[in-house]
């Protein structure tokens, strides 16, 4: 079983940065890809960005292209989402999310979110 936490939510004002975190326990971090999801209050979860298992490639949302940035420290089996010039429509809960072997097709192990609040 994997269990994914979220960490690192909160209120920032317009234009302002926050780093959020997921750790990961439960099976080897290194093998999953890892992803982030945000849900927006009356809105569907809409998909942020997808690091692979290497880390060696990542796809953006284009709504985040260029402000947001996911790293992962296999190490401490944690990956973050930097998230830079925040804008009021960046509000919505963040969820983390982790995909596997052998087909790395669906997110088979999600967190409970955080949420993160943007004010103009």
């Known amino acids: 079983q994997v269990q994914l936490v979220e960490s690192g939510g909160g209120l920032v004002q317009a234009g302002g940065s926050l780093r959020l975190s997921c750790a990961v326990s439960?099976?080897?971090?290194?093998?999953?890809?890892m992803g982030w999801f945000r849900q927006a209050p009356g809105k569907e979860r809409e998909f942020v960005v997808v690091?692979?298992?290497?880390?060696?490639?990542?796809s953006y949302a284009d709504s985040v292209k260029g402000r947001f940035t996911i790293t992962r420290d296999n190490a401490k089996n944690t990956v973050y989402l930097q998230m830079n010039s925040l804008k009021p429509e960046d509000t919505a809960v963040y969820f983390c999310?982790?995909?596997?072997?052998?087909?790395?097709?669906?997110?088979?192990?999600w967190g409970q979110g955080t949420q993160v609040t943007v004010s103009s």
């Open positions: 439960g099976r080897t971090f290194s093998v999953y890809a």
């Open positions: 690091e692979s298992a290497s880390g060696r490639s990542a």
């Open positions: 999310a982790a995909k596997g072997p052998p087909s790395y097709t669906d997110y088979d192990y």
